[in-house]
Nanobody
Framework: QVRLEESGGGLVQAGGSLRLSCAAS????????MGWFRQAPGKQRDLVAAITSGGIVYYVDSVKGRFTISRDSAKNTVYLQMNSLKPEDTSVYYC?????????????????WGQGTQVTVSS
């Protein structure tokens, strides 16, 4: 059984910072890509940032220059450093793991998901 455990969410004022962590445990044979997604009430789930095992990263335009994704492959852990937070970043953030190569920007291709952590940015 695979489990993804997220931590680091919370309430912060606009301009503040949070660091999300996600540790994967269980029988994961491979973790080609690890990503962070977010979903606000009534909206679709969107990819925020993702990173491959080779270190290739992707950021959605709205977070470029503010968020940084990183991973510790030995620990099967992915991080999301979020700086200069804005009220529009308020959402539930989910981490996910895609085991094998290909289409790593497509949320439907991810194999395992965390339970989500709430990030709330007040104005």
């Amino acid at each position: 059984q695979v489990r993804l455990e997220e931590s680091g969410g919370g309430l912060v004022q606009a301009g503040g910072s949070l660091r999300l962590s996600c540790a994967a445990s269980g029988r994961i044979f491979s973790s080609y890509a690890m990503g962070w997604f977010r979903q606000a009430p009534g909206k679709q789930r969107d990819l925020v940032a993702a990173i491959t095992s080779g270190g290739i990263v992707y950021y959605v335009d709205s977070v470029k220059g503010r968020f940084t994704i990183s991973r510790d492959s030995a620990k099967n852990t992915v991080y999301l450093q979020m700086n200069s937070l804005k009220p529009e970043d308020t959402s539930v953030y989910y981490c996910a793991v895609k085991q094998y190569a290909g289409r790593w920007l497509d949320d439907r291709q991810y194999d395992y998901w965390g339970q989500g952590t709430q990030v709330t940015v007040s104005s």
